[in-house]
């Protein structure tokens, strides 16, 4: 069973740095996009940032200029450093794949979620 891991997450101050990690679990034949959402309370989920086995990478307006995501291909992990953080930037932080795993099934997971917390 294919399970992920965020850890990272913590308070900053506005304008300090953070960087999240996503490890993986279980029997994973291939990892093809990686990505972070982010929930803040009373607001839906949005789309942080994505990338692509070869590296090829998006980011949400928001973000842009101060998050950059990476990933190791060899340990399946991902990461995301998050630099110049601002209060808004507080929620709960989630990593999600699109993993192939036993037998070649594919499917979407999603970590349990960890709070960053931006606050003076």
């Known amino acids: 069973q294919v399970q992920l891991w965020e850890s990272g997450g913590g308070l900053a101050q506005p304008g300090g740095s953070l960087k999240l990690t996503c490890a993986t679990t279980g029997y994973i034949f291939k990892i093809n996009l990686m990505g972070w959402y982010r929930q803040a309370p009373g607001k839906e989920r949005e789309l942080v940032a994505t990338?692509?086995?070869?590296?090829?990478?998006t980011y949400a307006d928001s973000v842009k200029d101060r998050f950059t995501v990476s990933r190791d291909n060899t340990r399946n992990m991902w990461f995301l450093q998050m630099n110049s953080l601002k209060p808004e930037d507080t929620a709960t932080y989630y990593c999600?794949?699109?993993?192939?795993?036993?037998?070649?099934?594919?499917?979407?997971?999603w970590g349990r979620g960890t709070q960053v917390t931006v606050s003076s």
């Open positions: 990338i692509t086995r070869t590296g090829s990478a």
């Open positions: 999600t794949a699109d993993i192939i795993g036993e037998a070649y099934s594919r499917d979407d997971y």
